[in-house]
C-alpha cells in the first residue's frame, strides 16, 4: 500500500522522455514491463556483429539516489554512439520508478527491492529476473548512493581470476571528493575505498544473494561487478552525477580496446 504521506517531488516523464529520445538513435529496446502504471525500460545497444564484451547497466533500485540513472543517461547520450561495436550494452536504468517520483528508498509498498533477489513474489524481482536469468554478461556496473558517508566507495564482485578494477577507479575519481576513511562497510573489509569480495569472501560473510549484484554473479548471469557508492547527502548533485559518469567512463578505458 503507498503511504499516504508521500509527496511526489519529481516527474519520472522526464526520464522517460530521455529514454525514448536514446531510441530514437543507436538504442533498441523498450518498456520491459510496468510497475505501478508506469514503464520501466530495458534498452540494448548493438553493433553490426557481436563485441568482444557485453555489459549490464543499473540504477535507480533505490529511488532516493537519483544520481545513479542521470550519470547512465548523460553516459549514453554523450559515449553511446561512439561505443557501438565496442561494447554491447544492456541498459535497465531505473528500476523502482515510484521510489524516484517520491523520494524514497523503498517501493511503493514500502520494500526495498535490493533485499529481495532470493525471493520472486515482488514485483520489480520477477521483472528482473525474467529478462535477465538466461543471459551472459562480462560486467554489472550499478550505480547507487549512500546517505551515511561523506566518502565515496565501491563494491567489486569479482571472480578470483578476474584482474582488479577498484584501485584503478579509485584513483581516476580522487579528485571529485573524499574517499572512504572507515576500514569495513557493512561488515565488508574496505582498502582505499574498495571492497573486493571474491566467492571466498562472499562464502566467509553468507549474506546470501538478496542484493541484485550477488543473484546475478552466483546465479553465474554477471561475471564481474562494479557497484559504485556516491555521498547522497555530503555532496552535490552534480559531483555526483561526474563521479557516477568517470566510473563508467574509466571502466570502458580499462576494459574494452580502442
Known sequence: MKSKEAVKVRDYGELVDRYEALLGLCFDGGPAGEIDGMPVYHMRLRGDSPAPQRWLLGAGMH?????GHLAILEFL????????GR?????????????????RR??????????????EDLEEVRLCKGLLKSERFDLFLEFHEDWEFEGYYLFEVRQEEASRLGPALIDAVRSHGPIY???EVEGFPVVDG???ATPSQLARHNIG???????????????????????SKQWAADARIATHLSIARNCVDLLIPA
Open 106 to 119: 523503498e517501493n511503493s509498498g514500502g520494500i526495498d527491492i535490493n533485499r529481495c533477489f532470493e525471493e
Open 87 to 103: 561494447v554491447d550494452l544492456d541498459v535497465m536504468p531505473c528500476i523502482n520508478p515510484w521510489g524516484y517520483e517520491y523520494d
Open 194 to 196: 574498495v571492497v573486493d
Open 63 to 67: 529511488g532516493d539516489e537519483p544520481a
Open 77 to 84: 547520450e554523450q559515449d553511446g554512439e561512439k561505443l557501438q
Open 209 to 231: 544473494n538478496k542484493p541484485l549484484p550477488l543473484w546475478l554473479f552466483r546465479a553465474g548471469v554477471s561475471y564481474h561487478t562494479i557497484t559504485s557508492e556516491t555521498p
Open 181 to 183: 576513511r572507515h576500514p
